[in-house]
């Protein structure tokens, strides 16, 4: 089995190998921003060198990166422990390109790793892209060899990103692996797509905007690229499950859940998932020095934590 260390190893290998810099994870509470709750992305400390007021000595980057998505914008607490892919706390992957290449690159490299070094069917990935963004689509034929329905084009609402109000942004391209018929689901843009049959590992954004308060938009200094990937959710793939609770990490917590709460009834419980999701968005807030209170960031961790607790006293701990 490929464990969730072994995939996110690969992934920084591989894009080091492609001339990125392997950067640290920045930390949960972002500090270059107070705009922003919690870092919910890869591309958060990367902020300002694509609007180009900060310039690093590099133009392509590589990281895993830690996220909390519980507050603000991105906020998928309420979906957490009920589906096969949502998270409080994260690790997202992500490649960036500061100026340097742009689309066609971006997706060669997400292509030929997916599909060349980890080995995955192409038969089983679709792609989406922004509804008038034609070079992509031509792009996605040309790279990959997609049937053209198989490049889904979407609107705004799925296929323009921003990590918040104001900020760098532009649209991006989603790569949807599909898990199969025994699994309820459709493809990315049908009635059926919040199913957890076609799941989204990995999002290209095509940098090109800063989004201002006022809702005006300029153009960034450069085009640019910013990539997420799911580490669980590529993990689950990888392991040949639909859902991330079955990954070797998540096994693990769920093991231990059962020992704290005495519960031995069905691992499957979402309770249990709840629980392991959650304890890991409190040990890492908690890490970094955020602390459970009545406002702001602490009252986001307060809420996760009341959560998990409820769900243990439905497992039957007092
Ligand atoms: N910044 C790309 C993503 O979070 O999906």
Known sequence: MTSVNDIRSSFLGYFE?????????????????????FTNAGMVQFKNVFTGVEKRDYVRATTSQKCVRAGGKHND???????????????????????????????ELAWNLLTKEWGLPKAKLTATIYQDDDEAFELWKKIAGLPEDRI???????????????????????????????????PPGSPEEDGDRFVEIWNLVFMQYEQFADGSRTKLPK??????????????????????????????????????????????TPSLRVISDHVRAMS??????????????????????RRAMRHATLLGAT
């Open 17 to 37: 190998k492609n001339g990125h810099e392997q950067v640290a994870s920045s930390p949960l509470v972002p500090r270059n921003d107070p705009t922003l709750m």
């Open 77 to 107: 607490l309420d979906n957490v422990g009920f589906t096969a892919r949502h998270h409080t706390f994260f690790e997202m992957l992500g490649n960036f390109s500061f100026g340097d290449y742009f689309k066609e690159h971006a997706i």
């Open 152 to 186: 889904v084009r979407l609107g705004a609402k799925s296929n323009f990103w921003q990590m918040g109000d104001t900020g760098p942004c532009g649209p991006c391209s989603e790569i949807f692996y599909d898990h199969g018929e025994k699994y309820w689901g459709g």
């Open 223 to 268: 085009p640019s690229v910013d990539t997420g990937s799911g580490l669980e959710r590529v993990a689950a793939v990888m392991q040949g499950t639909n859902n991330n609770y079955e990954i070797d990490l998540f096994r693990s917590l769920v093991g231990s859940t059962m020992q704290a709460t005495g519960f031995n009834g069905d691992p499957t």
């Open 284 to 305: 890492f807030l908690i890490a970094e020095g955020v602390l459970p209170s009545n406002e702001g960031r602490g009252y986001v961790l307060r809420r996760i934590m």
